[in-house]
């Protein structure tokens, strides 16, 4: 059974940190590039980082760049969301999905961790 559970979301205020975590079980976590999205409410979907299977390639949503790191522990099946000078806007449910890279169309997500910026 693949699950990918994310954790590390609250409150926290303007100019703060968070470092958000997925773990992954189920899956050949080496094989799959990792990605996070969030949602806030009546938004659409928006792509916040994607990471390679051998983290050579991170690649930012303009939005977040600069204050944002994705990274990668494939000996721990985790992949982690260091965000910095957190801003009200950055308020979304976050979600970790992974992209299976062997072949096209198999993607897997996770539950959500919310995260709230306001003082």
């Known amino acids: 059974q693949v699950r990918l559970v994310e954790s590390g979301g609250g409150l926290v205020q303007p100019g703060g940190s968070l470092r958000l975590s997925c773990a992954a079980s189920?899956?050949?976590?080496?094989?799959?590039?990792m990605k996070w999205y969030r949602q806030a409410p009546g938004k659409e979907r928006e792509l916040v980082a994607s990471?390679?299977?051998?983290?050579?390639?991170?690649t930012y949503g303009d939005s977040v760049k600069g204050r944002f790191t994705i990274s990668r522990d494939n000996a721990e099946n985790t992949v982690a969301l260091q965000m910095n000078i957190l801003k009200p806007e950055d308020t979304a449910m976050y979600y970790c999905?992974?992209?299976?890279?062997?072949?096209?169309?198999?993607?897997?997500w996770g539950q959500g961790t919310q995260v709230t910026v306001s003082s």
């Open positions: 990471i390679s299977t051998d983290s050579r390639r991170a």
């Open positions: 999905s992974a992209v299976w890279t062997i072949m096209s169309g198999r993607e897997y």
């Open positions: 189920g899956i050949s976590f080496r094989t799959y590039d």
